[in-house]
């Protein structure tokens, strides 16, 4: 047990604005501090921080309480869980009335899946650098990529060895069992109860929670061999749930805030070379469709977002059915498409951070202009043309504020050249 000693040290240093913050984009009120409830879908903001009570109350969901609780709730931590990650936030080093070995006895499974998921991260660092494999093969690709040094250690990136048990041997030997390599699906069982490591021969990229701690593992195959997915990922556990997880938020969320919006593009390289270019408020959906409990995970630090698809058929296709839901969740949405044939990542290597940065700014568009654009080139045919409007005033529908309904309205009607009251008609059509 922690000490209470401990305990007070991280109430005495703990601030609560501080540490909501990281989860949930505040704003100031009077004295005290406002936002859209982290704990349900709502939009009027009822969760409020006052500060000089050290507490939080979420009208919405009734929950309330001091920073402990809120970390509890948020995270679904124990309070054991939620004072380490205080302390490791505040730098309190923790004195424990019993002393145990967390390595190799866990005090509770879900505590125990967060342990085994950092050790996995740190043996598959250590073979990025560490093995001769290792730097010829995973750092090699990392630095055709053009990843420094800082930007690994940054992401955390690793390598995993050609061969069947590499890593559940280091682990066994460590004292971590089976079960447990089992639940974390780092290894896998087959029907005969053998059992073998599911990541080999590939460069590994861990995925954090919104804390910092790591949940899953995306790996990239490296050969050529076509009977093998070019991606694998963790399966579903206890601590990870693909589609309640953005990829990079937790290394972005703090410049999503500042800069008021988030880039969402679509794999883990993309989200790191952006890094690279010096644009850090970008996250990935990791190859998933986008959901409704992610756009809500972004809504916590921001209500822009801007899509980012790879200029062919196929980016153009998912940036039109991304859109809807995006706007359905009470978001406001822009839309940038690169040249044919690139994508953020090899884009941003090909013009450097200059040109990244420029073709951002100057390229961006609102979600009426892109449609409008795309559907310009079906102009000569009525029928298409009629069915494109029909498209556009679907997606205004979607907004929950009618007020933007109707500037979005307005918009599309300059830009296409058809009545306002023709559109409205449309509009509601649909409303009711």
């Known amino acids: 047990m922690i000490s209470r000693d401990t305990i007070e040290e991280i109430r005495n240093r703990m601030d609560i604005v501080d540490v909501i913050s990281d989860f949930v984009s505040l704003k100031k009120s009077g004295q005290n501090y406002k936002a859209l409830s982290p704990f349900a879908n709502e939009k009027t903001p009822s969760f409020f921080v006052v500060p000089g009570k050290g507490i939080f109350k979420d ?9 402990i609780t809120f970390v509890m709730e948020h995270e679904k931590f124990t309070y054991t869980e939620a004072l380490r990650y205080l302390a490791k936030k505040y730098g309190v080093e923790i004195k424990e009335d019993r002393l145990s070995d967390e390595s190799k006895a866990v005090q509770s499974e879900r505590e125990g899946l967060y342990i085994l998921m950092n050790f996995a991260k740190e043996f598959y660092r250590k073979q990025l650098t560490g093995s001769e494999e290792g730097i010829s093969i995973g750092l090699s690709y990392f630095r055709e990529r053009g990843f420094n040094d800082r930007t690994i250690e940054k992401f955390e990136l690793g390598y995993a060895l050609e061969g069947w048990e590499n890593f559940s041997k280091e682990a066994i030997a460590s004292g971590y069992n089976k079960e ?19 990541f080999r021969g590939r460069v590994i990229f861990p995925v954090h929670n919104i804390t910092g701690k790591v949940i899953a593992f995306g790996a990239r195959m490296l050969g050529k061999d076509k009977n093998q997915p070019k991606y694998i990922n963790s399966p579903e556990t206890e601590i990870y749930h693909k589609s309640d997880v953005l ?24 989200v790191i070379s952006m890094h690279q270019a010096d644009v850090q408020n970008v996250v990935a959906s990791s190859g998933t469709a986008l959901t409704e ?21 196929a980016g153009i296709k998912a940036a039109l059915r991304g859109i809807d839901m995006i706007l359905k969740g009470g978001l406001n ?21 200059t040109g990244f940065q420029k073709f951002l700014k100057e390229h961006t568009q609102d979600f009426v202009s892109f449609k409008a654009g795309l559907y310009a080139k079906e102009s000569s045919d009525p029928i298409k043309r009629a069915e494109s409007i029909k498209e556009i005033v679907t997606s205004i529908a979607q907004i929950p504020d009618p007020v933007k309904r109707s500037v979005y309205i307005q918009e599309t009607s300059s830009l296409l050249k058809i009545q306002e009251n023709v559109l409205l008609s449309e509009l509601n059509k649909i409303l009711i």
Do not use: M, W
Request: net charge negative; aromatic share 10%.
């Open 59 to 67: 009208f919405s969901s009734g929950k309330g309480g001091d920073a």
């Open 180 to 198: 447990l390599l089992e639940k974390t699906g780092l290894i896998v069982k087959k029907d005969d109860g053998s059992t073998y490591d599911r």
């Open 247 to 270: 990829y990079g938020l937790f290394q972005g969320k703090n410049a999503i805030r500042q800069h008021d919006v988030c880039y969402l593009v679509e794999g883990y390289t993309d």
């Open 293 to 313: 409990n992610q756009i809500k995970l972004i809504r916590r630090f921001t209500e822009n977002i801007t899509v980012l698809f790879d200029g062919d058929s």
């Open 333 to 353: 949405v822009r839309v940038l498409l690169f040249p044919d044939g690139e994508d953020p990542d090899s884009y941003s290597r090909k013009v450097g951070t």
